[in-house]
């Protein structure tokens, strides 16, 4: 199982009047993360109904790498920035590709 | 906006009892999808937590392409598929990409 790729989707839901400060936070986030070694892919995107309602979608080697972004200090750093400006809890979903 | 790009994450929980019988649905789903001339790709993910937890993780060529995919008759045949083995109300969410 270590060796299999995985998927993650991440709602991500902000207070409205955070969105412009949020904006380089998420971008470091993203430059930081496609720079590791066990990421395949790494896109924020944008609810077109709700601009504050954002999904991460990612690529990932494995679950080994999975472990290693959590615990990189960029994103430790990221939660940290981020946890006071959340509109709800976000959800976040490790993926197994089926078909 | 026509042509531009976006993706779809759709969350689907369905009933334990149902998964055997769904996972042909799920398959025919995909494979007369991956035939539409606007899609770009449309991959069937797994909660590795809960068996019973998919996403869709799907990228499209425009809100056009999307528009004749839901009114495709693959797709409308699996909706009446899948209502009565649903565990909750699908979450669809229609993206753009932002970094």
Redesign the interface.
Known sequence: MADQK??I?A?ISIKQESREQLLPV??TL?EETRKEEGNISY???????DQN???F?EEWKSQEAINQHMASAHFVAFQGQIKDHLAAVPQV???????
Chains 1, 2 share one sequence.
Not at 93 to 99: D, G, M, R, W
């Open positions: 995985l998927r989707v709602l998420f971008k993203i896109v924020l995107t944008n609810d077109v109904k309602s954002f999904v979608v979903k490790i993926l197994s590709e089926h078909f």
